[in-house]
T-cell receptor, first 113, second 112 residues
Framework: KAGVTQTPRYLIKTRGQQVTLSCSPI?????VSWYQQTPGQGLQFLFE???????NKGNFPGRFSGRQFSNSRSEMNVSTLELGDSALYLC????????????FGPGTRLTVT | DAKTTQPNSMESNEEEPVHLPCNHS???????IHWYRQLPSQGPEYVIH???SNVNNRMASLAIAEDRKSSTLILHRATLRDAAVYYC?????????????FGTGTKLQVIP
């Protein structure tokens, strides 16, 4: 079974621009979560989607948004980029049920200049 | 929000057991204890989780204190491929991951 895939793997943007990152979950997984990882803050939860609905949200400004499609693929968007948005953005999927483990993708490395 | 405390780094010799501690003194009754690890240049991967009883799987063992305020991830024989950052997190068994804090974890160095 293919793992979680994220595109693109690397991205360079300038301040003020917007960016869209994509995540394809493992087949059959309907829950997709997004995380931001920075050296100082570690991994921070952004939001979780399930069946095209945002189910949970972390403490991030409204510039960070996401959506999920009917095939469970998910995108996250960051508008008006700031230097502090430079980070590794990780997507994780999981199968709803008794198993709680998440499966992470390799991440998208975003650099804002 | 319940949080965990882990040492920043640990060292282990190859082929020896490793005990990675985690303190979670504010754990609630519905919190599951999860362990993930992140190898260099990869996303985190699930290792093990438990609620009250000790757990074993092919990767590791999880020992949970009787009062649940601490836990220990045990790697029975460390290999070079176990060098990674290990995260201990608490996840509410009722809700989702919105209150999960991964923190900065424990960086495990395995010495050949």
């Amino acid at each position: 079974k293919a793992g979680v895939t994220q595109t693109p793997r690397y991205l360079i943007k300038t301040r003020g621009q917007q960016v869209t990152l994509s995540c394809s979950p493992i087949s059959g997984h309907r829950s997709v979560s997004w995380y931001q990882q920075t050296p100082g803050q570690g991994l921070q939860f952004l939001f979780e989607y399930f069946s095209e609905t945002q189910r949970n949200k972390g403490n991030f400004p409204g510039r960070f948004s996401g959506r999920q499609f009917s095939n469970s693929r998910s995108e996250m968007n960051v508008s008006t980029l700031e230097l502090g948005d430079s980070a590794l953005y990780l997507c994780a999927s999981r199968f709803e049920g008794l198993s709680y483990e998440q499966y992470f993708g390799p991440g998208t490395r975003l650099t804002v200049t | 929000d319940a949080k965990t405390t882990q040492p920043n780094s640990m060292e282990s010799n190859e082929e020896e057991p490793v005990h990675l501690p985690c303190n979670h003194s504010t754990i609630s009754g519905t919190d599951y204890i999860h362990w993930y690890r992140q190898l260099p240049s990869q996303g985190p991967e699930y290792v093990i989780h438990g609620l009250t009883s000790n757990v074993n799987n092919r990767m590791a063992s999880l020992a949970i204190a009787e009062d649940r305020k601490s836990s220990t991830l045990i790697l029975h024989r460390a290999t070079l491929r176990d060098a990674a950052v290990y995260y201990c997190i608490l996840r509410d068994g009722v809700g989702g991951y919105q209150k999960v804090t991964f923190g900065t974890g424990t960086k495990l160095q395995v010495i050949p």
